[in-house]
Every structure is written in C-alpha cells, then in structure tokens.
C-alpha cells in the first residue's frame, strides 16, 4: 500500500498550481481587450463601410471622437447697479447684464471612468489531508451438533449420545488510506494607473474641448 509520502509525490503540483496562475493570465488579457473595446466602441465613431467592402483600416479611416455637446448662457456684461449721490438722486442707471448663448462640446472619454483592472495578488492555498490505517480483524465461529438415541424396555434400556463439533477462525487485516484534498484561489483586483499613450490621448482631447457661439436656427 502507498504511504503518505508517496501520496503527496504522486501529486501533479504543476498543473494543479500552474493551472490558476495560467487562468489569472488569461483574465488578465481579458480585461486588457476589455478596455481597448470599450475605449472603441463608447469614444469613438465607427465609420460606415459600404457593402461588400472588407473592413480594414483602409476602408473604414480615422474614426472621430464622440463629443457630448450642451448650451448654456455666457454672460458677455456683467449687471450694474445704479448710482445715487448723498441726496438719493439717481446719477447712473442701472444695466442689465447681457448673456450669449454658447455650445460646449466635451470628448465622451473626458468624462467617463476608463477601466484599467490588474490583478495586484493571487494567493494559493492547497491542502492535502491524508489518513492511513491499518485494521486487523478475527472472526471466531464454535458450532456443536448433537444427537441423542434411547431404547428402552421393561427391565433393560440403553442410550447412544452423537456430538460433532466445529471449530473455525478466520483473520482479514489491511489498510485504508483517506484522501482529502482542496484547493483555494484568492485574487485582488485594482484599478491600474493610465497607460502614457491613454494619459496623452485624454490631454489631448481635453485641450479640444470647444466652446463657441450658438448660432441662430440651431
């Protein structure tokens, strides 16, 4: 019977252990694309391809930022108030401020919350329980037969007494050995820093960011 030992030998840590870490790798990949997919697909326009065109960088060309635009009033003159003298007489009128209306557009991704997930920590717990033991066991059988004959008369009588007897022992002995296994991942998660070439992008268009003049019939 194999011991305890050769057990925990006969295990394949490699896989067993390789295997999460391959996975974390993985997902972390994942999450990778993740990202790049949601930075194409929410900041920026997808160019149309006609039909029957293949879809390469050529066909579709530089894709547009998205830009989320809203109006509000800038006030070009500030209101004034009137003017009294020491004897309540009014030297100035008052003026009325005057605002223009403006559009601002703002790139989408100037705003939004771009996801950089990284898997800061893996921690991998195996335990292996194993309970060998050993066992002997003894069964004792004793079986007697008898069988009793009598005759008997008048003035005589006799009697035959018949007795068998079996005797038998048997021994089984062992070993029994209990495997428990059981495996544990733990990952921590972050939000990354932004990658140089995100940060620049972001710098970017947030220097494009416009605000100009409504103008009219629009």
């Known amino acids: 019977m194999p011991t305890p030992g050769q057990e925990l030998s006969s295990i394949d840590f490699e896989s067993m252990l390789g295997g999460p870490l391959v996975a974390v790798i993985n997902a972390q990949a994942q ?7 949601f930075i ?11 039909e029957g065109d293949e879809q390469t960088p050529e066909t579709m060309g530089t894709e547009e930022p998205i ?11 500030p209101y004034t108030p009137a003017v ?3 004897e309540g007489v009014e030297t100035s009128p008052a003026k009325e401020g005057k605002f223009v209306p403006q559009i601002l557009e703002v790139p989408i991704l100037t705003m939004l919350p771009i996801p950089f997930i990284r898997i800061d920590e893996v921690t991998i717990d195996f335990n292996a329980k194993i309970n060998s033991t050993t066992y002997r066991q003894t069964d004792t059988s ?3 037969d008898a069988e009793l004959e009598a005759k008997a008369g008048w003035f005589w009588g006799s009697a035959k007494l018949k007795v068998s007897t079996s005797y038998q022992r048997s021994t089984t002995q062992g070993k029994t050995v209990n495997r428990d296994y059981s495996l544990q991942i733990h990952i921590k998660a972050v939000q990354d820093e932004i990658p140089p070439g995100m940060d620049r992008l972001l710098s970017i268009l947030e220097n494009v960011i416009i605000s100009k003049p409504v103008i009219s019939g629009t």
């Open 31 to 37: 999450a990778a694309i993740a990202t790049t997919n």
């Open 142 to 144: 004793l079986k007697i």
């Open 84 to 86: 009294y003298n020491d």
């Open 40 to 50: 194409k697909e929410v900041g920026f326009k997808k160019k149309e391809v006609a």
């Open 67 to 77: 830009y989320v635009s809203f109006k509000y009033p800038k006030e070009t003159m």
